[in-house]
């Protein structure tokens, strides 16, 4: 019940494409998602994270779906960049899971 | 950067060595953490200290023992590792305000026991 189920596990996209990984989680309590971005050599960084008060939230290219009744949750990155090519994460927390769980990961690759 | 450091970055040893890697954060963090991160597989959490008290170990071996002298600093020592042992091992740090953690990584210690 604590697990993040990520997908894909690859995904390689045009320069200007927009990705979309998608994670889902079965703990109701969980009430925090973040999403984290890792380059090759480099610690995560948290790049965007979302509440289930809202269905959706932007922060530059990069945007987060939250679809409570179906406990899903996207990353769309919109006219996406060769620099966007990096792994991505995301997590959840809540209730009695204080700590991040993560999802496996998503290798992103953009071709210029 | 953000503001956790992690020293060494790369660490080759034998399954017979003990060794130290070390974790600082220069953010004014509370919580601090250790992860393992292994190929295709997700992060994993294997210590948490809150206010220098270890709250949480993920069974895991004793082998790995976490050391946290201050809110500022945290240690992972290791001892007689197995190969499997081998992956990056994370710090984070984190503000614990009873809520949730927006936990900010280090740049991690790529390990390798031969």
């Known amino acids: 019940q604590q697990q993040v189920k990520q997908s894909p596990q690859s995904l390689i996209v045009q320069k200007g494409g927009i990705p979309i990984i998608n994670c889902a989680y079965e703990?109701?309590?969980?009430?925090?998602f973040p999403w984290y971005q890792q380059f090759p050599g480099k610690g995560p960084a948290l790049l965007i994270a979302?509440?289930?008060?809202?269905s959706e939230k932007k922060e530059g290219r990069f945007t987060i779906s939250f679809n409570k009744s179906a406990k899903q949750f996207s990353l769309h990155i919109m006219d996406s960049q060769p620099g966007d090519s990096a792994t991505y994460f995301c997590?959840?927390?809540?209730?009695?899971?204080?700590?991040?769980?993560f999802g496996s990961g998503t290798q992103l690759t953009v071709l210029p | 950067e953000t503001g956790v450091t992690q020293t060494p970055r790369h660490l080759v040893m034998g399954m017979t060595n003990k060794k130290s890697l070390k974790c600082e954060q220069h953010?004014?963090?509370?919580?601090m953490y250790w992860y393992k991160q292994s190929a295709k597989k997700p992060l994993e959490l294997m210590f948490v200290?809150?206010?220098?008290?270890?709250?949480e170990n993920n069974s895991v071996p004793s082998r790995f023992s976490p050391e946290c002298p201050n809110s500022s600093h945290l240690f992972l020592h290791l001892h007689t590792l197995q190969p499997e042992d081998s992956a990056l091992y994370l710090c984070?740090?984190?503000?614990?305000?009873?809520?949730?953690?927006?936990?900010?990584f280090g740049p991690g210690t790529r390990l390798t026991v031969t």
């Open positions: 984070a740090s984190s503000q614990d305000n009873g809520d949730f953690y927006e936990q900010y």
């Open positions: 703990n109701t309590a969980f009430d925090y």
């Open positions: 979302i509440r289930p008060d809202v």
């Open positions: 997590a959840a927390s809540g209730g009695s899971a204080r700590q991040l769980t």
């Open positions: 953010l004014g963090h509370n919580a």
């Open positions: 200290y809150n206010f220098k008290e270890q709250t």
